[in-house]
């Protein structure tokens, strides 16, 4: 007979990483590590790392005038998405998921656009799906359901576009796709060991570096578990506004639904309490976190090119990086695209953007103020709830799938 702590063990592993997690399950786990998130430093964000990144490289070859930038791994938003990279290809690892997958140029061409276009509308808009979005629900922010619903608009006209480009253009990504260092049977078991001994490298080295910061330590740690979690449960919220319209599968609308109600109740709790504060302005300051000047057209704006650019690319701002992390090279291009263009939109694009529009059109609009904490709670739970009901509905009659 085996050894029964052996089997235990295994069958542990096999649970976590030989197969993948409910999407719900991940959005649960990534609700709560984003409130953990707010309470060490501030809230989960995407779009702040490109940006971070790209001006790293201007100012390291001397364009554009971009200087006194925060190296990566000093900036909060640059170090966590770099973990959170890390982390999504640890996970890919431990499940013997890694592999370079370099598809046709088509393809490629594709993420570099989609990098771009989520670039200027993140930067335009104040926000990704993340920041702007997963985040801004949860804070309150009435700019954040207008982004929501850009972003929806988005997805719509790039979906008709990928389909007109299968009919028109049936070459331009076709193609064979190169896949190298894949798991093969028994010749994989190096991928979960080099996982292994990534992990503990990472959390034993950022540990001691930011020991004497315990904020930045917490987004070191928290983003390499994001990363994990974000691979081993696919969360993808590109999915979670595309597939209504593609496939009317709700697994993946459902698994943002969830991280969205406890992300929801955590920040609510925070904001109201005034957890860590002592003095009215200190109260004010917090509950005004993560909610942009955006209500209502800047929002609107920046949401349709942040879509377009999303389902282009097949990945939003920490979708790419996760999708990056298993070894997508589309996504590393979408991810240069980001980067690159970020830095350009906001310090070229943005300023002009945002003088022109007028003040009506970049509001700060914090619901609690208008309805009350309870009314602006309900007013996101009754969305979502009619949100939920329209995507289970959808998948059982195909009404709006494969526009």
């Not at 997963?134 to 359901?145: M, N, V, Y």
């Not at 608009?153 to 009919?167: D, H, N, S």
């Not at 639904?257 to 992300?263: E, I, N, R, T």
Request: proline share 4%; net charge positive.
């Amino acid at each position: 007979m085996g050894d029964p702590k052996n089997g235990a063990w295994r069958q542990l592993w096999a649970t976590f990483f030989g197969k993948t997690w409910p999407v719900w399950a991940g959005g649960i786990v990534l609700a709560f590590l984003n409130i953990c998130l707010f309470l060490a430093k501030s809230p989960w964000g995407g779009s702040g790392t490109y940006t971070n990144w790209g001006e790293n490289v201007y100012q390291a070859i001397g364009l554009f005038g971009i200087d006194h930038v925060k190296p990566v791994l000093a900036h909060s938003y640059g170090l966590l998405g770099f973990m959170t990279l890390l982390g999504a290809f640890a996970g890919a690892l431990f499940g013997r998921e890694f592999a370079l997958r370099i598809p046709p140029m088509g393809e490629m061409l594709k993420g570099l656009i989609g990098g771009v276009l989520m670039a200027l509308g993140a930067t335009l808009g104040i926000g990704c799906t993340i920041g702007g979005f997963l985040s801004g629900w949860a804070a309150l922010s009435g700019g954040a359901i207008i982004l929501a619903l850009g972003f929806l608009i988005g997805t719509y006209f790039a979906l008709k576009y990928l389909i007109w480009e299968m009919e028109a253009l049936p070459k331009m990504s076709m193609g064979k796709t190169y896949t190298f260092l894949a798991a093969k049977g028994a010749g994989g078991v190096w991928q979960p060991i080099l996982g292994t001994i990534l992990t503990i490298f990472l959390l034993v080295s950022f540990s001691m570096r930011f020991r004497a910061d315990n904020g930045m330590a917490m987004f070191a740690i928290i983003g390499l578990v994001i990363g994990i979690v974000l691979q081993r449960s696919r969360f993808c919220i590109v999915r979670a506004f595309r597939e209504p319209f593609m496939t009317g599968e709700s697994e993946a609308p459902v698994g943002v639904m969830a991280a969205l109600v406890v992300g929801i109740i955590g920040f609510t709790v925070i904001k109201y309490m005034g957890v860590g504060t002592s003095t009215p302005g200190a109260a004010r300051a917090l509950a005004m976190v993560w909610v942009y000047p955006h209500f209502w057209l800047r929002a609107i704006i920046g949401g349709v090119i942040f879509g377009l650019g999303m389902t282009v690319a097949g990945g939003c701002a920490v979708g790419t990086l996760w999708r990056a992390g298993e070894g997508h090279i589309k996504l590393w291009f979408s991810a240069i695209g980001f980067m690159l263009f970020a830095p350009i939109s906001k310090k070229f694009i943005v300023p002009g953007f945002a003088e022109m529009l007028p003040e009506w059109a970049k509001q700060k609009v914090f619901l609690p103020d208008r309805f009350g904490y309870g009314g602006a709670v309900l007013i996101f739970l009754v969305i979502i709830a009619l949100w939920y009901g329209f995507v289970k509905w959808n998948e059982r009659t195909g009404k709006f799938s494969a526009i």
